[in-house]
């Protein structure tokens, strides 16, 4: 993998690219990364993912909860979905969160 300096832009390939396809930034500012940096940026991707797909399924969630609470059928019921709902929410945004941080350290 490569980096560009200017931008930080990865670009997964063995070799370096010509000019980097965000910024345009000529060949000698991207520098090649370690193995363990490579490595690193692998997991994080993967990890990422699995963040992204955490809030897709709260997502799901929420609308399972909000179909329940509008059908009101009793105040447990009632109380069960807004409770879940709360706890879905939380969950997406600590995923949201733990993403923001793996950006912050060029982990994507």
Same mark, same amino acid.
């Given at each position: 993998? *490569?980096? !560009?300096?200017?931008?930080?832009? +990865?670009?997964?390939?063995?070799?370096?690219?010509?000019? !980097? /396809?965000? !910024?345009?930034?000529?060949?000698?500012?991207?520098?090649?990364?370690?193995?363990?940096?490579?490595?690193?940026?692998?997991?994080?991707?993967?990890?990422?993912?699995?963040?992204?797909?955490?809030?897709?399924?709260?997502?799901?969630?929420? &609308?399972? !909860?909000?179909?329940?609470?509008?059908?009101?059928?009793? /105040?447990?019921?009632?109380?069960?979905?807004?409770?879940?709902?709360?706890?879905?929410?939380?969950?997406?945004? +600590?995923?949201?969160? &733990? +993403?923001?941080?793996?950006?912050?350290?060029?982990? *994507?």
């Amino acid at each position: 993998m *490569w980096k !560009c300096t200017v931008c930080g832009y +990865i670009h997964h390939n063995e070799e370096s690219t010509e000019k !980097c /396809p965000k !910024c345009g930034a000529a060949k000698e500012k991207f520098i090649k990364l370690t193995e363990e940096q490579s490595g690193l940026i692998t997991k994080s991707l993967r990890t990422n993912d699995l963040h992204m797909r955490l809030c897709l399924l709260m997502d799901k969630v929420i &609308e399972v !909860c909000n179909e329940g609470i509008e059908l009101n059928l009793d /105040p447990g019921c009632v109380d069960t979905f807004n409770k879940s709902k709360i706890h879905c929410e939380i969950l997406k945004n +600590i995923a949201k969160a &733990e +993403i923001a941080a793996h950006v912050g350290k060029n982990k *994507w």
